[in-house]
């Protein structure tokens, strides 16, 4: 019997592999398998810097030092062991870019989720004329409602802490991972948020100060998850809070037209809309909330132009038009408002809009890992100027008032109606 045909024992079958085991992979293998996979972690982590670098459109308007920035994040790329720290590191990353549209996505794995709390007692703020954080969303069962809160409360304190500082302590938490092209938008859902914990069911103490200078202390369990809150300030009867488009006549003859999203059925929306209110008195168009999304610049005012004649079997609306503004109104939601202004086709109310309108691209990392969407270009909807950071700017700033929210009126509205009457006397 010939030696390659010898039967081996399993003592010398393990003997030879452990042999064969430290010939292919040194007893050093794991390390440098690791100290491979941290230098995929550094070289990628800094190609995303040096791409975005060259290629982000707004460091200059913005103020940004990118090499700054690149000098305090990237020596944190050489700590990095597996792909989620890699992932959040890469998120943090790009929120420093202070933009709403810049985002880590997925590529050959989905990002992990940043660590942000997510659950509160039931209730949200907005920011009200005086710049304090004040109710004006309360869910019916959540254990805020069940506390006896209401709108119109205005936040004095959470967990002891003021208001003030405990708005601009959700404002930091939340900019570590996510970018906002605005304070004012970030301030924005700081004050939805401003009650919101990690764990589910942790107390939240609120002191709250009524109408009539009466402060109470109310302890809440955060028990409430992330949800839908509304965008308007107060609840407009036949009106859906989260439609694409809805329309309404309020009293006095005034039209009313939501435009909450611009959807691919946005022109055929308005025709419709139009075509049922092209007789009121006065129209107001609210893109308040308004989440962005894409339109076509030829047709998607025509409903409201005075000198465009194309497609003359859609309904005109040729009064007097009043346009509603907030810091939620983002994208080309910002885009589409912008072409009243320009047009100066309608009065503006309210507050700027987000100021995040811009051309996207997208690269994808180095090692595959992610991807990374980011602004480009510039856009400026119908103005002479970028829309980024800036947003659209009303002729008439305006914010909510408390009274207005006890009376459960809204404010900024209230004032477009009072100057469409106006205009039509």
Aim: hydrophobic share 40%; glycine share 8%.
């Amino acid at each position: 019997m010939v030696a390659s045909d010898r039967a081996e024992s399993p003592d010398g079958l393990a003997w030879r592999l452990l042999i064969l085991v430290a010939f292919c992979f040194p007893c050093d293998g794991l390390a440098q398998n690791d100290d491979r996979r941290a230098s995929s972690y550094e070289e990628a982590f800094r190609d995303l810097h040096e791409t975005l670098g060259r290629e982000y459109a707004f460091f200059e308007l913005k103020g940004i030092d990118w090499a700054a920035v690149g000098r305090e994040m990237l020596p944190r790329a050489s700590s990095i062991k597996d792909d989620d720290e890699f992932g959040l590191l890469c998120t943090e990353l790009v929120a420093r870019l202070e933009d709403s549209h810049a985002e880590v996505g997925a590529g050959s794995r989905e990002p992990p989720a940043p660590p942000l709390p997510r659950y509160d007692p039931g209730f949200a703020c907005l920011i009200d004329d005086h710049g304090f954080p004040v109710v004006y969303y309360v869910d019916k069962d959540g254990p805020a409602g069940k506390a006896g809160l209401t709108a119109g409360a205005t936040v004095i304190s959470i967990d002891g802490k003021p208001a003030e500082e405990a708005l601009a302590e959700t404002m930091r938490q939340v900019r570590k991972y996510v970018g906002y092209s605005s304070e004012r938008y970030l301030r924005y859902h700081a004050a939805q948020w401003i009650a919101r914990k990690m764990r589910k069911g942790e107390i939240v103490v609120a002191e709250v100060q009524a109408t009539d200078g009466r402060k109470t202390t109310l302890k809440m369990p955060a028990e409430m998850d992330v949800r839908y809150l509304p965008r308007l300030p107060v609840e407009i009867p036949g009106i859906d809070d989260s439609a694409s488009v809805a329309w309404t006549r309020l009293e006095d003859g005034i039209g009313y037209l939501r435009v909450r999203r611009i959807g691919e059925d946005l022109e055929a929306c308005l025709d419709r809309a139009v075509g049922e209110l092209k007789d009121v008195r006065g129209l107001v168009v609210d893109v308040r909330g308004n989440s962005g999304g894409g339109y076509d610049e030829k047709r998607a005012h025509r409903n409201f132009s005075l000198t465009d004649d194309a497609e003359p079997d859609r309904p005109r609306f040729r009064g007097p038009i009043a346009l509603l503004l907030d810091p939620r109104c983002i994208s080309a939601g910002e885009g589409w408002a912008s072409w009243f202004v320009a047009q100066k086709r309608a009065r503006a109310f309210g507050e700027a809009t987000a100021g995040a309108s811009a051309r996207k691209t997208t690269y994808t990392l180095k090692n595959g890992l992610y991807t990374v969407r980011f602004a480009g270009k510039a856009y400026r909807g119908s103005l002479d100027r970028p829309i980024e950071r800036r947003g659209v700017e009303p002729d008439v700033p305006l914010r909510q008032t408390v009274a207005d929210l006890v009376a459960r009126r809204d404010t900024v509205l209230e004032a477009a109606r009072a100057h469409l009457l106006e205009q039509g006397k």
